[in-house]
Every structure is written in C-alpha cells, then in structure tokens.
C-alpha cells in the first residue's frame, strides 16, 4: 500500500473533532490558513469478487482502487485522472460511501465515516453529493424537472409546503441557468447540457449556503458538445465560489482538467501514480505514465504537433496485475529486476508534487 | 510530426486530383413534427490521397453527410434530395443499388466509433475480414485467411494467427478498432472514411490508433474522411477541414490556415472555448473562465430566417437576421490558399473575424 499522500495535518485542519490517528507529519506546502479538509481518504481500497471459470467458482479479486490517499481541502478542486478501468470513479463513490471500501478510513469534515450506517450518513448526505456523465441516464424519465429537483428537498424536509417548495426549485433552476418554465417538462425535452444543468440542480437543493460542501463530478461533460462543455465548467466554477464549494473532477480529458482543478492527481491500475498543483503537474511532470498520457492528447494547434511518447498495448486486467510497479509492462524507463520486483511508493519529490516512481522523470 | 509528413506522395500517384467531389448534397428526414433537413447543400472536395477533418456538434450534419456518401441513409425516413456525389467522376447517387454494393467496402471503406456494435458477436474476427475480402475479391478460403491474417499483422495485432480466431469480446477496446481497420482496409479502398473512430478509446490508445491510420494510409495512398468533434485530432491528422453547423458547412480550408485565422465566429468560438495545455492558473488562484459559446444548436425543424448562428453569435448585425449568408471565398484571400485549397467562409462579417 501506498504512503498517505499529501498528510498535511498534524496541524489541527479538521472542523471538529480530533485529528485522525496515523496521521505522518506534515509535507508539502501548508494550505493558507484556515483551509480545512473536507474529505479524508486513508489508504483506501475497493475489491470486488470475481468469479473465474464456469465450474470451480474459484474466487478471485478485482482490485479496483488499491490504497489510495487522499484529502480534499475547502472550496478546492481536485482532479483526478486516468484511463478507463484505472478505478476513479470507483474511488469517487467510495468516497461518498456510495460504495463502501474494503480497506482504509474515511473522513468527512473531520467525522469518520468509515463505519457509518446509512441512516447516520443522511444529514452528512446533504452536503456529499455527485454528477453524474449521462444526466439522462441519472434522471427519472418519468418525473418533471419540478419532482427530480423537488425529490431531493422532501426527502431531507426542506420544503415547508408545496409553494415553497415550486419556489426553491424556481430558484435553483435560475441558478443554473434554465428558465422557470422548464418545470414542467421531462428529461427528454432537454439537450445534453440542460440535462447536466438539471443534475446540478438537483446536487445543489440541499445544500446550505455557507457549510460548503463537496461534489464529485463523474465525467460531468464528457458526452457534451465542445461548446457547452465551456457552459458547464464555468458554472461549477461559479458555483463553487459562491457556495465554497469542493470538488473531486473525475475525467479522461485532461485538458479539461488541467483547466479547472487546484491540484490533479493521476490513477494507474487502481493507485495515484502522481500528484501535484495543476501547472507543476503538466509542466513538470515526472511519472513516465503521467508523461505518455500528456503526449498522447492531441494538440487543436497543427503548428505545435509535439514528439509523441506511444506506450505499447493496452492497460493490463485489475484482476492480475503486474507485479509490483504496476505500470513496468508499458513503461519506457522499465529497468529489470527493480521495477518488476519491488513496488514504488508515493514519495514527495518537490514540496506538494509526489509521483510513485523509481526513476522520475527530470524536473 | 511535421505537416511534410502527413502528406502521402507515392511514386505514380497524382496527389492533388480529386478523388471525391460532393456538390449540393441535401439529405433530410421525415419526422413527427415535420421534415428536417440534416444536411442542407453540402460542398466539398476530398483530393486524392488527403485527409479531410468534417468537425461540429452533434446535429451539425457531419455524419449523416457520410452515411449519404455511403447511401447507407434508411429511407424512409431519410430522402438524400438532391445534389450528387462524384467518386473518380462517377455519381454514387445515381448507381443503381447493385453496382453501389460493388463500392461499398472495396472503393469506400467505413469504420465507426463503436466497434463492438459493428462486429458480429457470434464469428470470430477472422471469419469476418475474411467475409468483407471474398464478396469484393475472387479469392479461395485459404488464399482469404492469410489475407486476413495479414491484415491483423497490418494493423500491429500480436500473434495475428490466434488473434483470427478470436471472438470480438475476446479483444480490447483497442484491439476491436485495429479488426475494424483491418476489415475496412482489406480491400485497399480509395477512400476510408473513419466516424469518430477514436472517441471511445483512451488517449493512449487513440494516438496508437491515429499512428496506425496514418501509417497505413501512407502505405495504400489512400485519402480519409476524418469525422469528429475533436479538434485536437483534426489539428494532428487532417490537411483540410470543412466545419459543419446545423446542416451547413460554415468554413473551409487548409488545417493550419483554419487553426491559425478562422474566420467564422462558430470556428473562432469553438478554438476559443478549448482548454490548452500548459495555461493552468496558479495553484491557489481561481481558474480563469473559458470563452464560451452561449446558447444551443438551433431546431433544424425551426430554423430562423437568415444565419443559422446568429443566436449564438458575437458578431450579429440586422442584415445575419435577414440574409442568410453563402459560402463564400474570405476576402482578400481570393478563395485559394498555398496547395490549392479553398478558403471559404459562410459569414457577411467573415473579414473581421479573428482579427
């Protein structure tokens, strides 16, 4: 398992309680004062069972995230890239204990909920929500934009009467920029990019103005056209100001997230291979993965066409990984009898910028 | 990778002739709420052994207008209208359907973005290029599996030999758009022309894709039709582009000439709104904001009179609300640029855009 990363918190960061126990002393550049940690991971991983073959139902595990840690500070985004299958979208819902981890604690502004039933997370619930890719696919079809957004104020009894309630929702629908007459409609009326305003709706009706809060975005503008993507981004920018909000922006399209995230951490096969502010990260990028991946998005500038670092094959199965690094089958700078045997950690090469390498990149 | 490059120029080739010519192609649907036309007088020329980026939003046009190429449009609903579609001087629209499967797979080529829903689940990948070779070519069953294994080995499959006998849930993501390709190019087609053949694959896999295309259409001195909304992989791929919106093309020209001068304010709007790498603001200070395009594409059943973007547009003037602009040469640039590509722009402000 991987070093704690970023453990910035021997310092009393957390809203209330005491600081979580196992905490490594203080790394990296101390957040400005008064910036807390709203989100927790400690070494976290996710298993699922998998069946292998037909008769022998010999069970066998799929390593979707594989002790990854992480915090996420107040009014922060933090963006969390990879390929498909390198688990962070599991990890987002882990962190919300939409799923629940295998190994590893969990802390939300400062509680842990690791072990938290359900019914005690709910008032938690208010201020831990998620964007989903598809907003069709995450909307009820068969609901108004009034009963999918109105849906979440009864469940937390936030709405005093009907009118109140058709109030508040009018309001949210202004705040993401949709007129009050789309109340009445259904999902399919809708394009892409006023169906993930909806969703956002949705996140936001239960949140208080003033407590924060914290949304992970999955894929939030992925299957939007390029000039709605824009829309999108802004208003979760927008957002995020005005309600101080945090954000874990899970996305393949590192553009984007480069664009809007503080710092971006980078998953390989189930671990954060690297992490570090948005511009150290891709100006100064030291894990030979995090490089390939850089190189391989195509420039929109034919006058910049970049020398291209091609990693050979596919992502290896999360059921058999390689052993140790898991990245050595691909890796250019493999060297034999060292990555293949003994797995690198996460360790802080530059104050704030961790990469899990043996041989990192120059700086 | 230098433009020099991407440019393929066999010995005996004639680059620059034009192998495909599309004129006043207009495609429409019949829908509940009345007819739509998805492609409305479409222009364009794809020169011999050159890539043409088709680009825009979904709507826009772009794939319809190669699927009417192809008249592979389900009528009805659909009705390709009118306007025609020369390859090598022949009119694929008035082929009676008999001699159009003649070029279907053999003279054009097409891969689409989903490679599992193009493949048949229940043969192995080799039985099917095998199928794709034997309807086009007089080749025995022996003599078209090592046509199909080479193939594989073509397009960089490992071990090809086993790889033919494998089923496409037995391959990668990756592996399927390579079978595709292989499929696609079997038949050495003049012209392949690729839907979004990358966007459902990783960047990793995507730039091992596009090398490989590059590669081959290198080798077979073949042209592509690049369609995407990725204006990334048109920068790094194609030589010309012909942006699409709301049924339209709205620009033209050479790749570099578009990037770096656009002069239709959707173009312009479209590279504005791109993040690019390497301009991330300061660790602890808010991300700047992206330029953005406000609105949304416009009902094809519900056009405005005039400019199909003057909804969305900067540069609106009363006459964008009349007029509906044509595609014209950008002036001062007597519609032709180095190489002989058209520069064209469907705009009356064109000549102040991007400057």
Excluded at chain 1, 109 to 129: K, V
Excluded at chain 1, 344 to 354: D, K, T, V
Aim: charged share 25%; hydrophobic share 40%.
């Amino acid at each position: 398992m991987s070093a704690p990363i970023d453990a910035r918190t021997s310092r009393p960061t957390m809203e209330t309680g005491t600081a979580p126990p196992s905490v490594k002393p203080a790394r990296g550049p101390l957040p400005p004062a008064g910036e807390e940690v709203v989100v927790r991971a400690e070494s976290i991983s996710k298993y699922f069972p998998v069946e292998e073959g037909w008769f022998r139902g010999a069970k066998k595990e799929l390593r979707a995230v594989d002790g990854v840690s992480l915090d996420v500070h107040a009014g922060e985004t933090v963006g969390l890239v990879g390929e498909s299958g390198c688990g962070k979208s599991t990890f987002g819902r882990v962190l919300l204990r939409l799923l629940d981890p295998t190994y590893g604690r969990l802390w939300f502004e400062g509680n842990d909920i690791t072990l938290l039933s359900q019914r005690d997370l709910r008032p938690l619930r208010r201020r831990m929500q998620i964007i989903f890719q598809d907003p069709y696919s995450s909307l009820n079809p068969r609901m108004s934009v009034r009963q999918i957004v109105g849906e979440a104020l009864q469940i937390h009894g936030l709405a005093k009467n009907a009118k109140d309630e058709e109030q508040i929702v009018g309001r949210l629908l202004a705040r993401v920029g949709m007129r009050a007459d789309a109340m009445t409609r259904y999902p399919h009326e809708f394009s892409g990019g006023q169906r993930q305003r909806i969703g956002i709706a949705r996140a936001l009706a239960v949140m208080e103005k003033g407590q924060g809060g914290f949304i992970v975005c999955d894929e939030p503008i992925s299957a939007l056209d390029v000039s709605i993507q824009a829309q999108i981004v802004n208003l979760l920018q927008d957002l995020q100001e005005e309600l101080g909000l945090s954000y874990l922006f899970i996305s393949h399209d590192l553009k984007i997230v480069e664009y809007v995230s503080h710092r971006v951490a980078v998953m390989y096969l189930g671990r954060v291979v690297e992490l570090a502010p948005a511009r150290q990260l891709y100006r100064h990028r030291r894990h030979p993965y995090t490089r390939a991946l850089l190189s391989a998005i195509p420039v929109p500038d034919p006058a910049r066409r970049t020398l291209r670092v091609l990693l050979e094959g596919d992502v290896p199965s999360p059921i058999d990984p390689p052993k140790a690094c898991p990245f050595h089958p691909r890796c250019p700078k493999f060297k034999k009898g060292h990555c293949d045997v003994e797995t690198p950690e996460l360790r802080e090469l530059e104050p704030g910028h961790f990469a899990a390498c043996h041989y990192p990149e120059e700086s | 990778m230098s433009a020099a490059s991407k440019s393929t120029t066999l010995p005996g080739a004639e680059p620059g002739k034009v192998l495909l010519e599309v004129r006043d192609l207009v495609t429409s649907f019949r829908t509940d709420r009345g007819l739509l036309r998805a492609v409305d007088a479409v222009s364009f020329d794809v020169p011999a052994q050159s890539t043409v980026g088709i680009v825009g939003e979904s709507g826009s046009g772009k794939s319809v207008t190669s699927l009417s190429i192809m008249r592979l449009i389900p009528t009805p609903p659909g009705n390709i209208e009118g306007g025609s579609v020369k390859l090598e001087g022949r009119d694929l629209l008035k082929l009676p359907e008999k001699e159009m499967r003649k070029v279907r797979g053999n003279e054009i080529s097409m891969i689409f973005q989903e490679p599992m829903t193009s493949l048949n689940p229940v043969y192995t990948v080799g039985a099917q290029i095998v199928e794709a070779i034997r309807i086009h070519q007089k080749r025995g069953r022996a003599d078209a599996w090592a046509r199909a294994v080479e193939m594989l080995r073509l397009v960089g499959i490992p071990s090809p030999e086993q790889r033919a006998k494998a089923y496409p849930h037995e391959l990668s993501g990756g592996m399927r758009q390579r079978v595709m390709i292989a499929m696609a190019l079997a038949c050495e087609p003049k012209l392949l022309i690729a839907d979004e053949p990358t966007t459902a694959l990783d960047v990793t896999i995507q730039a091992q894709v596009l090398e490989l295309l590059r590669k081959l259409q290198r080798l077979l001195g073949m042209s592509v039709i690049l369609i995407t909304h990725d204006l990334g992989v048109v920068a790094e791929f194609a030589d010309r582009i012909v942006v699409m919106y709301a049924g339209r093309v709205v620009e033209e020209g050479a790749v570099d000439e578009v990037f770096r001068a656009p002069k239709h304010p959707y173009t312009e709007g479209l590279l504005r709104s791109l993040p690019k790498i390497g301009t991330s603001a300061d660790e602890r200070t808010r991300p700047r904001r992206l330029p953005t395009i406000e609105g949304m594409v416009p009902d094809l059943r519900e056009l405005p009179t005039g400019c199909r973007f003057q909804e969305r547009c900067g540069y609106v003037i009363d006459k964008c609300r009349e007029v509906e602009p044509e595609l014209l040469p950008v002036p001062g640039e007597a519609g032709i640029t180095a190489g002989g590509v058209p520069r064209r722009s469907r705009c009356h402000r064109a000549s102040e855009v991007g400057t």
